[in-house]
């Protein structure tokens, strides 16, 4: 069973350096759950810690701060990261298939190589800087996402809901778009499309901004 209510009272902290890294994500949700039902507000505080190759796949790490923190190689399919701070993260070929970032702040976080598949990143989701290279993001839905100035090379965008995303100044040098899907608010002014590759670009009704060679 998990900790006595009087220890979560008095020493949150504790979920933080111990059970998150030592525990079960089972456990670990047990706990958000009695931490968020005592203080709502509360924002757990992971800001650079080692969780790298650790398996979080379906963690509670919603609103979490872990800026600055090492994610590579981790599980964190299914994860819930929706208002999460990845601010300087490495995600470095991170499994995040299907994971939850609604309202994430990913400024300056690496992605570089990982696999994004399926996952849900919208609604102010914020990778400004954030580098996603050789990163897999099929059929992500990636709608209204700000990833101004964000890397992109070689990285595999085929089937993503582009639509509404920000990519201005972006550098998406050999990305591939194969039936993605944007619009024309879909920005991609200022971006290198050098080498980028698209096949049977789906448009909605307004039509595509997406030009490429």
């Known amino acids: 069973m998990f900790a006595p209510l009087q220890l979560l009272i008095r020493s949150p902290e504790r979920l933080l350096t111990c059970d998150l ?12 759950m009695v931490a968020q039902w005592l203080a709502p507000a509360w924002r757990p505080s992971l800001q650079g810690v080692d969780l790298s190759s650790a398996n979080l796949a379906r963690a509670n790490l919603r609103a979490a701060d872990l800026s600055g923190a090492d994610l ?14 990845l601010g300087g993260a490495y ?30 990143i919208r609604v102010r989701a ?20 700000d990833f101004r100035q964000a890397f992109f090379h070689a990285a595999d965008l085929t089937e ?10 972006a550098d998406v040098f050999g990305a591939t778009f194969d039936a993605a899907r944007v619009s024309q608010r879909t920005d991609l002014r200022a971006v290198n499309l050098s080498g980028a590759q698209a096949q049977s670009v789906r448009r909605d009704q307004s039509g595509s901004l997406l030009m490429l060679p």
């Not at 030592?22 to 706990?31: D, L």
């Not at 993503?160 to 990519?167: C, E, H, I, P, V």
């Open 126 to 145: 914020d990778f400004r800087h954030a580098n996603l290279s050789q990163a897999t993001l099929r059929e992500a839905r990636l709608r209204g996402v």
């Open 160 to 169: 993503a809901d582009l639509r509404g995303a920000n990519f201005h100044g």
């Open 72 to 85: 590579s190689d981790a599980d964190l399919s299914g994860a819930d990261l929706s208002s999460a701070l």
């Open 21 to 32: 890294l030592r525990e079960s994500v089972t456990r670990w949700n047990r706990y958000r």
């Open 91 to 120: 995600l470095i070929h991170g499994d995040l298939r299907g994971a939850y970032l609604d309202h994430v702040d990913a400024r300056h976080a690496d992605f570089t190589g990982a696999d994004l598949r399926e996952a849900r």
